[in-house]
């Protein structure tokens, strides 16, 4: 398993941009699929964004367009650049780990968490 820290969260008017990034232990990380989940108050944690180890992009439809995940491997860090944020973008983004290549969008294809970091989208 690797370790996840997330950090980058603030408070954006609508219309704004944002990068989170997600910072991860371990030698192996190069060989993980990482993702990004988001959890609102009273909602169930939804699918954002994921990136395989070799490449492979997949987004929720609700960002596509707006979102980009990328990863800097020599970095072991994972980041999601956030464009044109809307207030229903506001919700604490997890990262997530999981050491197979196919990319998930659900919570139980992974098995490393970060512990989530705050995004606020202001009307």
């Known amino acids: 398993q690797v370790q996840l820290v997330e950090s980058g969260g603030a408070l954006v008017q609508a219309g704004g941009s944002l990068r989170v990034s997600c910072a991860a232990s371990g030698r192996t990380f190069r060989w993980y699929t990482m993702a990004w989940f988001r959890q609102a108050p009273g909602k169930e944690r939804e699918f954002v964004a994921a990136i395989s180890w070799s490449g492979g992009h997949n987004y929720a439809d609700s960002v596509k367009g707006r979102f980009t995940i990328s990863r800097d491997n020599a970095k072991n860090t994972v980041y999601l650049q956030m464009n044109s944020l809307k207030p229903e973008d506001t919700a604490m983004y997890y990262c997530?780990?999981?050491?197979?290549?196919?990319?998930?969008?659900?919570?139980?294809?992974?098995?490393?968490w970060g512990q989530g970091t705050q995004v606020t989208v202001s009307s």
């Open positions: 997530a780990a999981s050491p197979r290549d196919s990319i998930g969008t659900t919570t139980s294809d992974y098995s490393s």
